[in-house]
């Protein structure tokens, strides 16, 4: 019998493999990262009321205010990409960008679940624990579903962000340090060999499945058996793939470990791509953290100047690396956030500092590599970057493209629970127009 974990065949034929997912916790704002709105120069300083829900507490609307990074065309598609990332924007023909997002909720908890899970209620499986469910390991000695969180701090409601919900406790996602014990207390004991460690697992694994053969199959319990085996093979495999000191010092220096603003999420960008090369399937990266995230109500360019600055190059390397080790096509990356935000200059508790409060109408996302049509803007939003407006997408439909990407269709993706089978999509999706990305069509 094949290990639980053991590769799946997909719905049909797709060359990708993997998925990175930057998570930009906090909102990034739209119009001052790749929605570029120069309306907002002409309207600057005028009040706005578009009818719109703005922001989560019903915070009174500030007025209009363009952005404060330039924006410029990029690369032989003339993508508009703002100062934020000029990086990024040397790769201006690889992205896919998505223009015409929105989300639920303009509050942070809930929309990190619907970003990540389909759902703003905690309990639903998130979207590595579907594809690990649908595609299975492509390591036997690694998991399936890494994730890495900011040092400042983890997301909002956190852990449900990468929670197997419903489905057994193997495919939920496997927090990661950078450097280091990848995984707390999994280096094995002072004075205990390995055969010694062997042996015990040996005796608890029979005594448990003589405990799991009592209870009929327990998906809890035959998890928990699973996750010793696991641990004791990432011993040895996972430790050395957190090495990125083994790198020549010319890739460390090209993902900023040469600068302590870019080190951390730069060693983050260089232990996915370790990851990807030893067969983890999906790997999310969050940038920002605690009270220290994109959340900007106040003074956007210096929230969103120092958080873009930290993952700019790191980001660029990991695609640039991804194409040097000819991962590109079975690689999609993806790039996003909870919400977007507004295009008014609020204030927050009466700071003097301008910033941008929350907006669930308007929202931007890219995608990379992975059989997406680089050099693409799909989708706008209205003159003044508030609302999606044309070819509209829901985050729905961003799961629904991924999953398409990855050769499975997430209306026979179901998962059998509390009286009904249960999708990652269970309230729609459609894929993001076939006109824009070269997605697997099936039989």
């Known amino acids: 019998m094949s290990r639980p974990s053991s590769?799946?065949?997909?719905?049909?034929?797709?060359?990708?493999?993997?998925?990175?997912?930057?998570?930009?916790?906090?909102?990034?704002?739209?119009?001052d990262t790749f929605d570029y709105k120069p309306a907002l120069e002409k309207y600057q300083g005028k009040s706005f009321d578009g009818g719109l829900q703005i922001g989560s507490n019903g915070r009174a609307i500030g007025k209009l205010?363009?952005?404060?990074?330039?924006?410029?065309?990029?690369g032989d598609s003339g993508l508009m990409v703002s100062s934020l990332f000029p990086h990024v924007g040397q790769f201006a023909d690889d992205l896919c960008v998505i223009n015409s997002m929105y989300a639920e909720t303009p509050t942070h908890s809930p929309g990190i679940l619907q970003m990540n899970s389909g759902s703003i209620v905690v309990g639903r499986p998130s979207l590595g624990s579907w594809l690990g469910y649908g595609l299975g390991n492509l390591n036997e000695n690694l998991p399936s579903y890494v994730v890495m969180t900011d040092h400042r701090g983890g997301p909002r409601g956190g852990a449900g962000a990468w929670s197997s919900g419903f489905m057994p406790a193997r495919f939920q996602g496997t927090l990661f340090r950078s450097q280091g014990a990848p995984v707390l207390n999994l280096k094995r004991p002072d004075g205990i060999g390995a055969g010694t460690q062997r042996r015990s697992l040996d005796l608890l694994n029979q005594l448990n499945q003589q405990s799991l053969d009592l209870r009929g199959g327990?998906?809890?319990?035959?998890?928990?058996?699973?996750?010793?085996?696991?641990?004791?093979?990432?011993?040895?495999?996972?430790?050395?793939?957190?090495?990125?000191?083994?790198?020549?010092?010319?890739?460390?220096?090209?993902?900023?470990?040469?600068?302590?603003?870019?080190?951390?999420?730069?060693r983050q960008c260089l232990l996915t791509r370790r990851l990807l090369e030893r067969g983890v399937r999906f790997v999310q990266l969050y940038s920002g953290g605690g009270p220290d995230s994109w959340d900007a109500h106040v003074d956007v360019p210096?929230?969103?100047?120092?958080?873009?600055?930290?993952?700019?190059?790191?980001i660029a390397a990991l695609m640039a690396d991804l194409k040097r080790q000819g991962m590109w096509d079975q690689t999609l990356l993806i790039w996003g956030g909870e919400f977007g935000r507004t295009a008014d200059n609020s204030m927050l508790f009466f700071r003097t500092d301008p910033g941008r409060d929350h907006n669930k109408s308007a929202m931007v996302m890219w995608l990379a590599g992975g059989g997406s049509k680089g050099g693409t803007v799909v989708g706008e939003t209205n003159e003044l970057g508030t609302k999606a407006a044309e070819n509209v997408y829901h985050t729905y439909?961003?799961?629904?493209t991924?999953?398409?990407?990855?050769?499975l269709d997430d209306m026979k993706l179901t998962y059998y629970h509390a009286g009904r089978f249960k999708r990652l999509t269970d309230l729609g999706g459609r894929p993001v127009s076939y006109k824009q990305l070269t997605?697997?069509?099936?039989?």
Do not use: W
Request: charged share 20%; no cysteine.
């Open 7 to 31: 590769q799946k065949s997909p719905h049909f034929s797709s060359t990708v493999k993997q998925v990175v997912f930057f998570f930009l916790n906090g909102g990034p704002s739209q119009v």
């Open 65 to 74: 205010a363009p952005s404060a990074f330039p924006f410029r065309p990029h």
């Open 218 to 266: 327990n998906s809890e319990l035959a998890a928990r058996i699973a996750s010793y085996e696991l641990a004791y093979r990432m011993q040895t495999e996972a430790t050395e793939a957190v090495d990125v000191g083994s790198e020549p010092e010319s890739i460390q220096k090209l993902y900023g470990l040469d600068d302590k603003r870019t080190e951390y999420f730069g």
């Open 302 to 314: 210096d929230n969103h100047g120092r958080h873009s600055f930290e993952i700019d190059q790191p």
């Open 397 to 400: 439909d961003v799961h629904s």
């Open 402 to 407: 991924i999953l398409r990407q990855m050769g």
């Open 439 to 443: 997605l697997p069509t099936g039989d």
